[in-house]
């Protein structure tokens, strides 16, 4: 089965720091560009950020861009989002997901759930 | 970056509607949209992609259509399971954007 699990979600205090993990199973990993997309409480979804394949290329969401950072590690079938210098708007699910064909997102994570507050 | 202006923002319909939703780009972004389906605590699902091209499992009342900056979502005879929140996503530009989502409710 294809699955993508979330992990490392938390409360967080303004200013702090937070790393977010997806374990992909049932696909080759290594083959696939990956996205995380947020979604704050009771708000649309908003794109983050990507990296293809091999963890070359990436880019962001200008919302997020020089505080957040992407990675892969493909032989852990793990991506991983850093968030630094967390603000009360970075509240949000963050999702994982696995880009399919013309970009779309074919296959996505329960979501873990980052709050920032004090 | 390209803006992606969905409409309604919400609908109200009974189960054997048409619904229509529509997706407007900031600029001509050909065929790269792609549709999502979410419903309350749940991940998106993904419904359409290549503005026509249907998801492998998602029945066939579920079409797009469109190009350039008209992108249409319709769902031919609504579903008990179909009232939900539906996205549109861009795909044209290195950066990906959503639409501001379109929310289906029970008349």
């Known amino acids: 089965e294809v699955q993508l699990v979330e992990s490392g979600g938390g409360l967080v205090q303004p200013g702090g720091s937070l790393r977010v993990s997806c374990a992909a199973s049932?696909?080759?990993?290594?083959?696939?560009?990956m996205h995380w997309v947020r979604q704050a409480p009771g708000k649309g979804l908003v794109w983050v950020s990507h990296?293809?394949?091999?963890?070359?290329?990436?880019a962001y969401a200008d919302s997020v861009k020089s505080r957040f950072t992407i990675s892969r590690d493909n032989a852990k079938r793990t991506l991983y989002l850093q968030i630094n210098s967390l603000r009360a708007e970075d509240t949000a699910v963050y999702y994982c997901?696995?880009?399919?064909?013309?970009?779309?997102?074919?296959?996505w994570g329960q979501g873990t759930t980052v709050t920032v507050s004090s | 970056d390209i803006q992606m202006t969905q409409s309604p923002s919400s609908v109200s319909a009974s189960v054997g509607d048409r619904v229509t939703i529509t997706c407007r780009a900031s600029?001509?972004?050909?065929?790269?949209v792609a549709w999502y389906q979410q419903k309350p605590g749940k991940a998106p699902k993904l419904l359409i992609y290549?503005?026509?091209s249907l998801q492998s499992g998602v029945p066939s009342r579920f079409s797009g259509s469109g190009s350039g900056t008209e992108f249409t979502l319709t769902i031919s005879s609504l579903q008990p399971e179909d009232f939900a929140t539906y996205y549109c996503?861009?795909?044209?530009?290195?950066?990906?954007?959503f639409g501001g989502g379109t929310k289906v409710e029970i008349k």
């Open positions: 997901a696995k880009e399919g064909r013309y970009r779309s997102m074919d296959v």
């Open positions: 990296i293809d394949s091999d963890g070359s290329t990436r």
């Open positions: 996503q861009q795909a044209n530009n290195y950066v990906l954007t």
């Open positions: 049932g696909f080759t990993f290594s083959n696939y560009w």
């Open positions: 290549a503005a026509s």
């Open positions: 600029q001509g972004i050909s065929t790269w």
